[in-house]
């Protein structure tokens, strides 16, 4: 029997991290955690204010989404990260040995229409350059699967279940 996946929703602002995380985790009968209630409120002022978050800003943020993913081990879950970096992903992976990510993907000009449609996020679509800068994407060495966006939320879930079932089963030895 298959261990359930501890899954990290990723990539840049504005892909639907928070659209697909909870239909993933419906899809999947696991919880779900909005990986922006992780962060605590300096981050939120800042990005706020339109000022990138730096890796000092980050590590307590990816500290506690790796823990929470860490209490899932063997339980499954999905949360939601930008884990734009290598780096970022690697500190996750320290504290949650077994994550895997699923990387949502699209093209600059159909992320910066679906963040302009956006009511009430904190994040600006000023900061998407510096997302797009930033991003690294998963590495054949990382565990994930990287999916487009482009289509309904129920199109992106179903590519995303499909993918992340011929991910091998990793989640129970490595946790």
């Known amino acids: 029997m298959r261990t359930p996946q501890v899954v990290v929703v990723m990539g840049v602002a504005g892909t639907g991290k928070t659209t697909i995380g909870p239909l993933l985790a419906a899809r999947l009968g696991v919880p779900y955690a909005e990986g922006d209630d992780f962060h605590p409120q300096a981050n939120i002022d800042k990005m706020s204010a339109g000022i990138p978050l730096d890796d000092a800003d980050r590590w307590p943020w990816l500290e506690a989404i790796g823990h929470w993913a860490h209490g899932r081990a063997g339980l499954g879950g999905v949360v939601s990260s930008s884990a734009l970096k290598r780096s970022y992903r690697d500190r996750l992976r320290a504290v949650a ?5 699923l990387h ?3 093209d600059r000009q159909l992320i910066e229409e679906r ?7 904190f994040m600006p679509t000023a900061l998407l350059d510096s997302q797009f800068a930033t991003l690294q994407p998963l590495e054949p060495d990382e565990a994930g699967v990287a999916v487009n966006v482009s ?7 179903e590519r995303a279940v499909q993918a992340l079932g011929l991910l091998p089963d990793t989640a129970g030895s490595a946790q």
């Not at 302009?116 to 996020?121: D, F, L, V």
């Not at 289509?151 to 879930?157: L, M, N, V």
């Open 104 to 106: 949502l993907t699209g």
């Open 115 to 121: 963040m302009s449609q956006r009511q009430g996020h």
């Open 151 to 157: 289509g309904s939320p129920q199109e992106i879930t």
């Open 97 to 101: 040995p077994g994550i895997v990510f």
